[in-house]
């Protein structure tokens, strides 16, 4: 399947715990990637491989997949966290890749 | 570092073409793949293709195939990605991005390049 579900907002309070999720067929088979996007900037890889963080990437960032649902979780929001954030996978059945939809972070 | 710098931002009439281009620096060309992404204002990013660099060989999402050529100049280290028959819902930033060394994600991205197709 090619279809990857986010939902279109997410809102959280400085300090607490943010958790976007990426809903799609069997997704627990496949790497999923996270990206960051602020307005007007390009898109930043965050996680990638379900879990693992490039370099740069706070701690704060973790990522787990598992049966239909990755989660992209950020233990303790940071107003400058506010952003879109995509989730991607490579399909290898037909050797395409697949954006979500997006995740608007909102910080209260 | 790694760069992707592409090209400036374009407008085209509808039925027309446009050829972006994305100049690397930082590290070596054709040791990574390169793709192409566009996001129309408000929506998610789309997946438009691949290329590898080294022998320039391709691949490109269905809804494109016909419509899309990437291509690469070696010597300058630049991919390029043109995309013909343009209609006005082609208008998008188009990004290119480098593939990583240990996954499928993308790693690097260009700054975008705004395409406008207006009559």
């Known amino acids: 399947s090619d279809v990857l579900t986010q939902p279109p907002s997410v809102s959280v309070a400085p300090g607490k715990p943010a958790k976007i999720t990426c809903g799609g067929h069997?997704?627990?088979?496949?790497?999923v990637h996270w990206y960051q996007q602020k307005a007007g900037q390009a898109p930043v890889l965050v996680i990638y491989?379900?879990?693992d963080r490039p370099s740069g990437i706070p701690e704060r960032f973790s990522g787990s997949n598992s049966g239909n649902t990755a989660t992209l979780t950020i233990s303790r929001v940071e107003a400058g966290d506010e952003a879109d954030y995509f989730c991607?996978?490579?399909?290898?059945?037909?050797?395409?890749?697949?954006f979500g939809g997006g995740t608007k972070l909102t910080v209260l | 570092q790694v760069q992707l710098v592409q090209s400036g931002a374009e407008v085209q009439k509808p039925g027309a073409s446009v050829k972006v281009s994305c100049k690397t620096s930082g590290y070596t060309f054709t040791s990574y793949d390169i793709h192409w992404v566009r996001q129309a204002t408000g929506q998610g990013p789309e997946w438009m293709g691949w290329m590898n660099p080294n022998g320039g060989l391709t691949g490109y999402a269905q809804k494109f195939q016909g419509r899309i050529t990437m291509t690469r100049n070696t010597s300058i280290n630049t991919a390029y990605m043109e995309l013909s028959s343009l209609r006005s819902d082609d208008t998008a930033v188009y990004y290119c991005a480098r593939n990583s060394a240990l996954d499928t994600a993308f790693d690097h991205w260009g700054q975008g390049t705004l395409v406008t197709v207006s009559s």
């Open positions: 491989y379900d879990t």
């Open positions: 069997n997704i627990g088979s496949k790497s």
């Open positions: 991607q996978v490579w399909e290898r059945s037909s050797d395409h890749w697949v």
